[in-house]
Nanobody, 119 residues
Framework: QVQLVESGGGLVQPGGSLRLSCAAS????????MGWYLQAPWKQSELVAM???????NYADSVKGRLTISRDRNRNRVYLQMNSVKPEDTAVYYC?????????????WGKGTPVTVSS
């Protein structure tokens, strides 16, 4: 059974840095894309960053130049380096992946890791 496990969230001061990690495991044959979404209080989920099989990663305009997504294809992991964080980055961050299992291509989501930016 596929599992996505996020880690790295927590409390960070404005202007600080944080690194989120996500590990996918369980019956994976291939991965097409991995990325991060966030859900802030009282708001809908929105894309933060996504990396696929080719080309440059996609970023939300609000995080360009501050957040960087990277992927370890050999270990089925994706990371989100968060620099120069702002209070408006406060949210629960969810790992996402589109991957291939025996039953076909499927979307999976992690349980989320909370990030709080506050002094």
């Amino acid at each position: 059974q596929v599992q996505l496990v996020e880690s790295g969230g927590g409390l960070v001061q404005p202007g600080g840095s944080l690194r989120l990690s996500c590990a996918a495991s369980g019956g994976i044959r291939d991965i097409k894309s991995m990325g991060w979404y966030l859900q802030a209080p009282w708001k809908q989920s929105e894309l933060v960053a996504m990396t696929g099989t080719g080309g440059s990663p996609n970023y939300a305009d609000s995080v360009k130049g501050r957040l960087t997504i990277s992927r370890d294809r050999n270990r089925n992991r994706v990371y989100l380096q968060m620099n120069s964080v702002k209070p408006e980055d406060t949210a629960v961050y969810y790992c996402y992946t589109n991957l291939l299992i025996n039953a076909g291509w499927r979307d999976y989501w992690g349980k989320g890791t909370p990030v709080t930016v506050s002094s």
